[in-house]
């Protein structure tokens, strides 16, 4: 942290927790102009941001959070739900200990993130960037095969598949 944020912070009375939030919300992370080096290299026009991103992956959270199994009040998809509102009630300890439980998968909650952030929304974006585009994206599709961790991940990735695989032959014929 620079000095000057430094003197504000103890000025103000900011915890750690409050700089976090800050540097957090401020940070690449979270800028909505920041574009996903993936599709960019792939040559894609008006990528989605690391943002649009996040907060898809939040979605995603939401709509499996009723599910049998899935406690949206902790793990991993706490993370991204605390993302999404600032870490308005989780400190930068709970973060740090989210972060090795998705990384390390130690939870169910953690295999669907997972599935979500790395397989299931890179497919999904892939396969809207195909029929946007009028492009074939195999790079995407082929490099998350076979790495669903979750009953839902796999159904879901089934689908866009599915999906996808029908576009592809209604352009062939």
């Known amino acids: 942290m620079n000095d000057a944020l430094a003197a504000v912070a103890r000025e103000a009375g900011w915890t750690l927790e409050h700089i976090f939030v800050i540097k957090f919300t401020n940070s690449d992370f979270c800028n909505e102009t920041t574009k996903r080096k993936g599709w960019v290299n792939h040559g894609i026009k008006g990528p989605e941001s690391i943002a649009d991103h996040m907060y898809r992956i939040a979605l995603m959270a939401l709509i499996v959070g009723?599910?049998?199994?899935?406690?949206?009040?902790?793990?991993?998809?706490?993370?991204?739900?605390?993302?999404?509102?600032?870490?308005?009630?989780?400190?930068?300890?709970?973060?740090?200990?989210?972060?090795?439980?998705?990384?390390?998968?130690?939870?169910?909650?953690?295999?669907?993130?997972?599935?979500?952030?790395?397989?299931?929304?890179?497919?999904?974006?892939?396969?809207?960037?195909?029929?946007?585009?009028?492009?074939?994206?195999d790079e995407f599709f082929l490099s998350t095969a076979g790495k669903f961790q979750t009953e839902i991940g796999n159904s879901w990735a089934a689908e866009i598949i599915a999906r996808r695989n029908s576009r592809l032959a209604k352009k062939l014929n």
């Open 66 to 137: 009723d599910l049998p199994g899935i406690d949206t009040g902790k793990d991993a998809l706490s993370f991204l739900l605390s993302a999404i509102y600032a870490f308005s009630q989780i400190t930068v300890e709970e973060i740090q200990e989210l972060w090795r439980e998705y990384e390390d998968n130690a939870s169910l909650e953690a295999n669907l993130v997972k599935d979500f952030d790395k397989v299931f929304e890179m497919i999904l974006q892939a396969l809207e960037y195909e029929t946007e585009h009028d492009r074939v994206l």
